[in-house]
């Protein structure tokens, strides 16, 4: 989905390596979530409640998951698709109280990271 590869090229990579964001990569990872999102939109959620119909599945949790990991540094692939942002607030409310417990986790290691990245200088002017 190209969600955990922009993660690791927006926060991961560049902390461990003490290197610059490649704005370039990132760029091109941004476009890949940004295509994903729509096509899970437009395709699978066009007359469902759900990917695979009327009940909650992996496949949604996945999905929601993979796309919350752009959520934690920066990019948000919901704003621009009412109709998935509805989606993935069905899951993770579903999913409650865990989905929260596993997001909290991910949420802190992104926050910790970009706060490295911008500590060290390395976040090339990119915000959150």
Same mark, same amino acid.
């Given at each position: 989905?190209?969600?955990?590869?922009?993660?690791?090229?927006?926060?991961?990579?560049?902390?461990?390596?003490?290197?610059?964001?490649?704005?370039?990569?990132?760029?091109?990872?941004?476009?890949?979530?940004?295509?994903?999102?729509?096509?899970?939109?437009?395709? $699978?959620?066009?007359?469902?409640? $759900?990917?695979?119909?009327?009940?909650?599945?992996?496949?949604?949790?996945?999905?929601?998951?993979?796309?919350?990991?752009?959520?934690?540094?920066?990019?948000?692939? $919901?704003?621009?698709?009412?109709?998935?942002?509805?989606?993935?607030?069905?899951?993770?409310?579903?999913?409650?109280?865990?989905?929260?417990?596993?997001?909290?986790?991910?949420?802190?290691?992104?926050?910790?990271?970009?706060?490295?990245?911008?500590?060290?200088?390395?976040?090339?002017?990119?915000?959150?």
């Amino acid at each position: 989905m190209n969600c955990s590869v922009y993660f690791q090229h927006r926060s991961i990579r560049p902390a461990l390596k003490k290197a610059p964001v490649d704005l370039k990569k990132l760029e091109n990872y941004k476009s890949g979530v940004l295509k994903v999102a729509a096509a899970i939109d437009s395709y $699978f959620l066009q007359d469902r409640k $759900f990917m695979l119909g009327s009940e909650v599945s992996i496949a949604d949790l996945q999905a929601v998951c993979e796309l919350e990991q752009v959520l934690t540094v920066g990019l948000d692939p $919901f704003r621009d698709h009412q109709r998935l942002a509805d989606w993935a607030k069905r899951v993770r409310d579903i999913t409650q109280p865990h989905y929260e417990g596993a997001t909290t986790t991910v949420y802190g290691v992104a926050q910790r990271l970009l706060q490295k990245l911008k500590d060290d200088k390395l976040d090339s002017g990119l915000g959150a």
